[in-house]
Structure formats: structure tokens, C-alpha cells
């Protein structure tokens, strides 16, 4: 249980990193939405209040989060890991069944089982790592990459492929922290991308690889030249840089976005969310946000360096690799460098999964860097 | 090193991979941004600002009494932007192509070849029926791109009537859009393509306003920044008067129904014309074979009927002004009036014509198994269309007073109506135009014979006139001398019906001859419509004293082509008419029944008058003297 004294070591700076983050995110949302979106015929308030709720219950969960030692966490690692594979399958099971995306539904209330499936990841390979650090020959990584391994079809056979970049990510970023030699692990990262040129490539011209159709290789690479087919595959990263570039130094203000508020962004109140407070707020704003963004990854890695233990560090090399590649792929896509993949902004984005999740994985963070002191009974 | 230092140095590492993305992320915003901020400023208004314009209604047509002739209607069209499809552009197609009941093949040719302006609405289809325009308007949130466009359409109500003189529209063609563009014209106009909508497009069009709209991302307006009011086309008032024209239509189309059953294997057609010989007025103006604008204009298969018109005998062709006939016997009074001021004969001489001329040439009545004409004076001559008088009268005149006086009377040179495509001017043959016709002939073949002059004399031979010069002629006469220049629009009104501009009667030309001369050639004219004239059976117990000449004009190796042409009353004419049917066999058979009934329609109208329009009622100025119904004309010359 949570000692007095430990609530005195909480990180203030990062914690209010996350509460203004996600502040930004319900103004954001409220611009993005208080029109209605295409489609949708909702009151003005209708996604603001829900993200807050979600916010309220993904901060109780978070609080949940901080109470039980997480040096206790290992022991049901092998229980999470068969209920994450469980949902990620479910998934699949519902696809087949309505035909949806990655969500699991329980009538009106949605769910991405992919979304805490990273925290799970997280604490299940911080376990592992925790014993067996690859720090000395390669065979050591080859166990994590196949604890990563299932999860990472389940997610690509949604397909889901932002999500398994930030598997990838989580994996990588913890392999580091755990002691990997960089050079292998850029071994891996080398020949992972050539796979996928290659892949790219064959698919692009004609050959019928069965995992992926060629529509979806063409939009994941729209972003290299948008303007090759600008109605289509480019259609989204080019109003998205429009809407970004349109707002120069201050932006066009608040709830005055033409981008936004005409409906040219697409998914403006979850993946390109980014890109309504580059329209709406200018330079300044999106450098306030990408400057919280820093803030709260900066104090995440602080906390993986306080960390008493292996296990604290691993975790929050995890979490913080996992807010990190999030911020890179959905930010980079918003600005026409990285593939468009659909994947949502760490807790602007709205979304409920989305934000229970991060905010679960700062309560982790908190956790391991609360208890970073021995505490003497 | 301790565990502790390496992962120290991780961390290192790793804080400077997290300063590098940071700071990469952030340069990409600075370029985008500030660096490439304007831009894309620029781009983000033209997604969001649209000019949107507001096409001018088109002027309407009236006749001479207010009665609309030519209108518009509205109608439904679907245009895409293309750059408004959005990702799904596929499924939107596809989801359109079901709704409109087009291919989504022709549609993608359609973008395809309407695609090479940016930021520019394609036309899909037009005229599109309430149920699917509803239906759109319905899935719009599933159509970006797509929007319904309110889009007038020409509407003639009357179908083929006076079709040449109307006029058709269509797409305006490049060249046109080159010329036009300075004055507003665009790609997707509809321009005039013939008769008076080409003739007077300018006018007619108007100018089109525009609003400046801010759309959404499915070109919806979101609301209206800036408004630009078109204004509106100006209306043509006509010279045409609707039951003439009526009138003319449908017993010209009689009687090229009846030919057709009597002589299947030759293509008939036909002209009648009516003017006022006080103004040069057309009262109406008919050209069989004609085409219906309607589906010209708007019917969806326009194309393939073009083509179909295009298929001799050309429906295209407005034979009243650019079809060219010999004209036979309504040429008479020229060689009679030639025969009389160079003094070769005076109206009493008789002259026995036993019906074969020189060089053994037979008259009609000998070829029809009549008896000879017996002796004629040259009224009589006239009435009876005697050849071998004006054989006789030819020989005396020569070739050369008689081309002097056919071109003093009018022939060889376009009448000046203010008709697209304008009329033509016809021969006048001479020695000279001989032997340009054989320009590197032997001499014998250049040479001018007497024989030419002989079917020269009687409207024959290398003479030829349009169906409006013919009628000129006998404007002429019923005139005695004086021309005008023939207009089919009154006047010009705005949207408000004011009268902008209006048409003065404009004096072409002026023949002065001795009254002696008019009256000997107007005798012979009216005798014609009495009993003993080649017209008489057609004028049984008309209404109305008329004078006039039928005429039939012989083709080598088909049938002779039918004349008549008249003006009435005698004495203070207020109507001339000229009927030419092709092939028509003879002119008193073919051609005057048509002019009958045109005049019979014009004087049941005069005794019975339509009531006037409002506007028509409060015009006044010199366009409407003469034109109230209250007060009919006098004759200009008494």
C-alpha cells in the first residue's frame, strides 16, 4: 500500500505534464467536434464529456495503478499475457463475425483490446527482461522476440499496423534499456525494414503476397510523394499539411480552423487531432505541445533512471517507449513524414481506450518512481 | 564499467534520440508552418472559398404581340469537383453511377476529360428527374464531391416551329470560349448555335453574377461571404407573328407529306416567308425540313441527331435564306419592267403567242396539251405565265439591260437580314459571268448565247435567288420601288419588359420608275389571283384583294420546283408572302394553297386581335406605330 512519505516523491512536473495534456485535448476535441462530425448527429458537448469521463475513470485507474507495488506485478505476467492474446484473438473472432475493425463491443461501450494490450507487453517483457537481461550473447533476444511475437500477428492480421509499430517500438526500447547491444538491435531494425521494402515493393508491382493488399501499401506510403494521387491515398496527409502549414505562427484561433471546422481533415478529433492545433494555434501552439510532450517524456525516462530495480526501469523504459514512438508515428504522419497508420496522439486523441490506457501506463510510471527509495520497516 | 554507468550511458543515449526527434519534429513544423506558411494558407482558403456563379437567365423570345415564343425552364444537373472525391472516391463514383443510372465508365471519361482545370466543377448529367435529385440531396453526406446544380434550360414550346430562325444552343466550342472569354464566358456555358440565339448571343446572354461561397469538405455552402447579382439576359421582341408562322409550318409540312405519297422517290421541301412591305418586318419565316431545338438543345442524345440532320436534305439549312432556286415565273415582272423602260413594248401592245418560241422551245401549255396562249398584252401575259411573251421580251431586251435591271430590282446581293447565319446572294448572269464560268474554256464555250438570255428572261438558267430575294421583289412591287431592310426583331427588352432598343425601318433601296409601269405590272399581278390566272383556283373567294405570281422553275432530271409569291390588299399592302416548294411539281398546285392560308391566317388575326400584353400595351415609340391593333397602317406612299 501507498505510504505518506512516497506520495511526497510523486513527479509534480510530469504529472502535470499529463492533467494539461489531456486539458489540451478536451479544448481540442470540443473545437473538433462541438460542429458535429460528418455523419454524426450529437450535441455540441456529446465527445468532450465522454473523453472526460474517460479521463476521470482513466485517472482512477492510473490512482489503481499506483497502490499495488509493482515488484508484485511479475507473478500474474503469465495470466495477462494469455488474457491479452484471449482479447487480441477475440478481436479477430468479432471481425469475422460483424466485420468491424479492432473493436471488441459490449452494446453501446466500445473497446480496443490493442490499446491495453501495450501495457500488458510492457509488463510482461519488463518480467522477463528483469531475469533474463540480453546483455551478452545473441540468443538472449530471441525469447523476447517471441513473447513479442504472437500478439504482433494477432495485431497485423487486424491489420492493425500503427499498433505494431509501437510494439515494435516498446520492444526495441526496452531491449535497449535492458542492456541489448545498440548494434544488434539495429541489426534487427536494418533487416526488419528491408523485409518491408521488399514486401512493398513486390506488392506494388503485381505480386500477391495474401497478407496485404496493394490499396493498403499505396496509402501507407502516400506520405513519400502525397500529390501521386491527391483525391485517394494522398487525400489525407495532404489536407493535413494544408491544415498544419495554413496555421503559420499564431494560427487561425480557437474553434476558427476552415481545415477543421469544413470538415477537409479527416478524423480530425482522434488521429490528426495534431493537426487542428497546428490550424487553430499556429507555431506557438503546436511547440507548447510538442513542449508538454517533451516535458512528460523527459521525466519518463528520469523515472526509468531513478528506478530501485531492473524491473521499475524496464517498466518505465516500456511505458516510455510507447508514448514515445505513439508521439513520433501519429505527429510524423500529421506532418506528411511517416506513414499514415492511424494511430492516436497519447491523451489529445479522443478516444477511450486510448486514454485508459496512457494514463494506466503513467500510473506504472509513477509507481516505479514513487517506490524508487528502499522503504525500511 | 558497473552495471550501474552502463545503463547511465543508455540513458544518454537515449535522452539524445529523444532531443533528436523532438527537435526533427519540430524543424518539419517550422517548414511547415513559417517557412511554407503562406502557401498553404492559400491552398486552405481555395479549398474553402468558392466562387460560385449565378448564370444569367436567358432572354426570351416574344412574338410581334407579346406571345412568348422561345422560354427557359428549370432543371436539375450533377457536377463533381474532382478534387472534393476524398479518399473514397471509388465508392462515391460507384454510389453515384447507381443513383443517376450512368455508367461508372462514362463518368470516369467525363472527369477525365473535364479535369484539365483545377479547382473546377464537372458536368455530369442534366436534367435530372425530382425523384433522383431528392435522392441526392438525400446522400450528399455519402457523395463528397458531388452537388446537384439548379441549371435553367432553353425551352421551346412550339417544338420545330420557325426552328431556323430560332435557333438551337449548345456547349460553347473552344474557339468560341477563346473569342467570348474576355466577356465572361466560361467552359461550361451554353452558348446560341444558330438563327437569331446565335445571332443575338450576346444579348441575349447576360451577364452572370456570383457568390462567393465558403463550402465544406462535400462543397456544401456553409455560408455566403460575398454576392454578386447576374443580370439578366435581355428579351427579343420579334417581328414574327405566331398563327402566320403557324400557319405557314403546317401547310408547307401538308404539303410535303402529300408529295412524299405522290412521288416517294424525290425529297421534297420547302420555304414560306411573310414580311411587312411597309418595315421589311418578317412576319414569318418557315424552312422544311426543320429540327426540333428542343432535343437539339437538351435532349440527351443530341449528337446522333445532329447527325441524322445532317442527311440530305439537310434539316440544317435555312433554305429561305441560303437555299438558292432558280426562280421561274416570279421573275416575270423583271423582264416585264425591263421590257418597259428600255421601251420594247408598252402594257397595251398584244402579242400572239402561238406558244413556241425561238429555236422550237415549246411553252408549258403546249407540253400540258392546252391550246397556245392566243394574244397577250403584258398584264395578261403575266396572269397566264406566258413564256413565249417573255421569251419574246427577253430577245428584245438582251442580256444585258435585263442583268442592269435585275440588279437594280434587287437580285445578285444579299437582303441584309439581321439572321444568322446571314443569307446569300444568288446570280445575276451576264456575258461577263459566262465566261468567268469557263475561265480556261474555248471561246464558244465562254461566249454569251440567246438563247440563255431567252431562260434568263423567264427565271430560268443560270438566274438564281433565295426564297427572301423573291420575296423582296414583290416587296418591290407592292411598294412601287421601295425596299427594307428585313429584321425579325422589333425591339430589345429588359428583364423589366422596358424597351431597350428597337428597330427603325431602314430604307434599302428606292427604284424610282414611271407609275404607269407599277400599275401595268400590278394589273398583271392581279389577274393572276382572278379567275383566268395561273393562281385563280388557290384565291376563290378570298376575303381580301391580293395580287401575285406563281411560278415553276424547271429542274434538269427531277421534279420543277413550286413558286408563289403575292401581297395583299392591293392598294395598301401590308402583307407580302413567298412560298417555294422543292419539287413541288407546279407552282399553282404546290406553292400558292400555302400562301392562301398564310394570308388568310394574317387578316383573321387583323379582324380578330389577340389581346396584348401588359407590357406590350404601355410600349410605346416608332417601333409600335403602325403596330397597334387599334390603328392599322396605312400604305407609306399615300
Known amino acids: ?377 | 564499467m558497473s552495471d550501474e554507468q552502463e545503463f547511465e550511458r543508455r540513458l544518454r543515449f537515449w535522452a539524445i534520440l529523444v532531443v533528436a526527434v523532438f527537435a526533427l519534429l519540430w524543424g518539419r513544423l517550422a517548414q511547415l508552418q513559417l517557412v511554407q506558411g503562406e502557401e498553404f494558407a492559400r491552398r486552405a482558403e481555395s479549398n474553402r472559398l468558392r466562387l460560385l456563379r449565378t448564370g444569367a437567365p436567358r432572354g426570351l423570345f416574344y412574338d410581334r404581340w407579346g406571345r412568348v415564343l422561345v422560354s427557359n425552364r428549370s432543371s436539375f444537373a450533377v457536377v463533381i469537383w474532382p478534387d472534393s472525391l476524398g479518399p473514397d472516391r471509388e465508392a462515391v463514383l460507384a454510389r453515384l453511377a447507381q443513383l443517376i443510372q450512368v455508367p461508372v465508365q462514362q463518368i470516369q471519361e467525363l472527369l477525365q476529360a473535364g479535369s484539365a482545370l483545377p479547382f473546377s466543377p464537372v458536368m455530369i448529367k442534366t436534367d435530372l428527374d425530382p425523384a433522383t435529385v431528392t435522392a441526392l440531396q438525400e446522400q450528399r453526406q455519402d457523395l463528397p464531391g458531388v452537388v446537384v446544380q439548379e441549371m435553367p434550360r432553353r425551352y421551346y414550346p412550339y417544338g420545330s416551329l420557325a426552328a431556323h430562325l430560332i435557333g438551337y444552343m449548345g456547349a460553347i466550342s473552344p474557339d468560341e470560349l477563346r473569342e467570348w472569354q474576355d466577356q465572361g464566358y466560361v467552359g461550361t456555358d451554353w452558348v446560341g448555335k444558330d438563327g437569331l440565339e446565335r445571332q443575338y448571343e450576346h444579348v441575349l446572354h447576360g451577364q452572370s453574377g456570383g457568390e462567393q461561397v465558403e463550402v465544406d469538405a462535400w462543397q456544401r455552402p456553409a455560408q455566403i461571404l460575398g454576392d454578386l447579382p447576374p443580370v439578366p439576359g435581355e428579351n427579343l421582341w420579334l417581328t414574327i407573328d405566331l398563327p402566320v408562322q403557324m400557319a405557314a409550318e403546317e401547310a408547307l409540312r401538308d404539303e410535303i407529306a402529300r408529295l412524299d405519297r405522290a412521288r416517294p422517290k424525290v425529297a421534297h421541301t420547302g420555304v414560306a416567308i411573310a414580311l411587312d412591305p411597309r418595315s421589311g418586318a418578317i412576319l414569318a419565316l418557315a424552312s422544311q425540313p426543320a429540327y426540333d431545338p428542343n432535343i437539339l438543345t437538351n435532349g440527351p442524345n443530341r449528337g446522333e441527331y445532329y447527325q441524322s440532320l445532317v442527311q440530305p436534305p439537310s434539316a440544317l439549312i435555312n433554305r429561305a435564306l441560303r437555299g438558292l432556286y432558280p426562280p421561274g415565273s416570279t421573275f416575270k415582272p423583271v423582264t416585264a419592267i425591263a421590257a418597259l423602260m428600255t421601251g420594247k413594248t408598252t402594257p397595251e401592245e398584244e402579242f400572239y403567242a402561238d406558244d413556241i418560241g425561238p429555236y422550237g422551245k415549246k411553252d408549258w401549255t403546249l407540253n400540258s396539251g392546252l391550246p397556245p396562249h392566243g394574244w397577250v398584252n403584258l398584264a395578261r401575259a403575266l396572269a397566264v405565265s406566258c413564256n413565249d411573251y417573255f421569251w419574246e421580251m427577253g430577245g428584245r431586251v438582251g442580256v444585258d439591260a435585263l442583268a442592269e435591271y435585275a440588279r437594280l430590282l434587287g437580285f445578285g446581293q444579299p437582303t441584309q437580314i439581321d439572321l444568322f447565319p446571314g443569307d446569300l446572294a444568288g446570280n445575276v448572269p451576264d456575258r461577263a459571268y459566262k465566261a468567268r464560268l469557263y475561265p480556261n474554256g474555248p471561246a464558244w464555250q465562254r461566249l454569251w448565247y440567246p438563247a440563255e438570255t431567252l431562260d434568263f428572261a423567264i427565271g430560268q438558267g443560270y438566274l438564281t435567288a433565295t426564297p427572301l430575294q423573291v420575296a423582296q421583289l414583290y416587296e418591290l412591287i407592292a411598294n412601287r420601288g421601295r425596299v427594307y431592310r428585313p429584321y425579325v426583331v422589333q425591339g430589345l427588352l429588359d428583364a423589366n419588359h422596358q424597351l431597350v432598343s428597337e428597330t427603325k425601318p431602314q430604307l434599302l433601296r428606292e427604284v424610282n420608275l414611271p407609275d404607269a409601269v407599277w400599275e401595268a405590272v400590278e394589273k398583271g399581278l392581279e389577274q393572276t389571283l382572278q379567275p383566268g390566272g395561273t393562281a385563280a383556283g388557290s384565291f376563290y373567294k378570298a376575303p381580301y384583294l391580293a395580287a401575285g405570281k406563281t411560278g415553276t422553275a424547271e429542274v434538269a432530271g427531277s421534279d420543277a420546283h413550286g413558286w408563289f409569291a403575292a401581297y395583299a390588299p392591293v392598294g395598301a399592302p401590308e402583307i407580302v408572302v413567298t412560298v417555294l416548294v422543292e419539287h413541288g411539281l407546279g407552282g399553282s398546285a404546290a406553292a400558292a394553297p400555302i400562301g392562301r392560308k398564310m394570308l388568310d391566317a394574317y387578316f383573321a388575326e387583323r379582324k380578330d386581335p389577340p389581346p396584348l400584353p401588359t407590357w406590350l400595351r404601355d410600349t410605346t415609340g416608332s417601333a409600335t406605330e403602325g403596330r397597334k391593333l387599334d390603328t392599322p397602317g396605312e400604305h407609306p406612299q399615300t
Open chain 1, 1 to 377: 500500500m501507498i505510504e505518506r512519505r512516497q506520495l511526497r516523491y510523486l513527479d509534480w512536473y510530469l504529472l502535470g505534464s499529463v492533467l494539461a495534456l489531456v486539458g489540451v485535448g478536451l479544448l481540442m476535441i470540443y473545437s473538433a467536434t462541438y460542429r458535429g462530425l460528418p455523419g454524426i448527429r450529437v450535441g455540441p458537448y456529446y465527445f468532450v464529456v465522454r473523453q472526460l469521463s474517460w479521463a476521470i475513470i482513466g485517472g482512477i485507474a492510473g490512482a489503481a495503478a499506483l497502490v499495488v507495488d509493482y515488484r508484485r506485478w511479475p507473478r500474474w505476467s503469465r495470466g495477462l499475457y494469455v488474457i491479452m492474446l484471449l482479447l487480441l484473438m477475440a478481436v479477430l473472432a468479432s471481425q469475422k463475425i460483424s466485420g468491424a475493425s479492432s473493436w471488441l463491443r459490449f452494446g453501446a461501450l466500445g473497446f480496443q483490446p490493442s490499446e491495453p494490450a501495450k501495457l500488458i507487453f510492457v509488463v510482461v517483457l519488463a518480467s522477463y527482461l528483469e531475469k533474463n537481461p540480453p546483455d551478452d550473447t545473441a540468443r538472449e533476444l530471441v525469447a523476447p522476440f517471441l513473447i513479442a511475437a504472437p500478439p504482433l500477428v494477432l495485431i497485423l492480421l487486424q491489420p492493425d499496423f500503427g499498433t505494431a509499430l509501437v510494439f515494435a517500438g516498446i520492444l526495441l526500447g526496452m531491449l535497449f534499456a535492458a542492456g541489448a547491444k545498440p548494434w544488434r538491435l539495429g541489426a534487427v531494425v536494418g533487416s526488419g525494414v528491408l523485409v518491408g521494402v521488399v514486401a512493398a515493393y513486390l506488392v506494388l508491382h503485381g505480386v500477391d503476397l495474401k497478407v496485404v493488399h496493394p490499396y493498403q501499401v499505396q496509402r501507407l506510403l502516400a506520405f513519400l510523394n502525397p500529390y501521386h494521387d491527391p483525391t485517394r491515398s494522398g487525400y489525407n496527409v495532404i489536407q493535413s499539411m494544408i491544415a498544419v502549414g495554413s496555421g503559420q505562427l499564431t494560427g487561425k484561433g480557437l474553434f476558427a480552423g476552415s481545415q477543421t471546422q469544413l470538415s477537409f481533415l479527416p478524423a480530425r478529433h482522434t488521429d490528426f487531432i495534431f493537426s487542428v492545433i497546428g490550424e487553430e494555434l499556429g507555431f506557438l501552439g503546436t511547440t507548447a505541445v510538442l513542449g508538454l510532450f517533451f516535458l512528460l517524456i523527459w521525466r519518463s525516462l528520469g523515472v526509468a533512471r531513478v528506478a530501485k530495480d531492473p524491473l521499475g526501469a524496464n517498466m518505465a523504459a516500456g511505458v516510455t517507449s510507447m508514448f514515445l514512438t505513439h508521439l513520433v508515428v501519429n505527429v510524423g504522419m500529421t506532418l506528411g513524414v511517416m506513414p499514415v497508420t492511424g494511430i492516436p496522439l497519447p491523451f489529445i486523441s479522443y478516444g477511450g481506450s486510448s486514454l485508459l490506457t496512457n494514463l494506466l501506463g503513467v500510473g506504472i510510471l509513477l509507481n516505479v518512481q514513487m517506490r524508487r527509495l528502499k522503504i525500511l520497516f
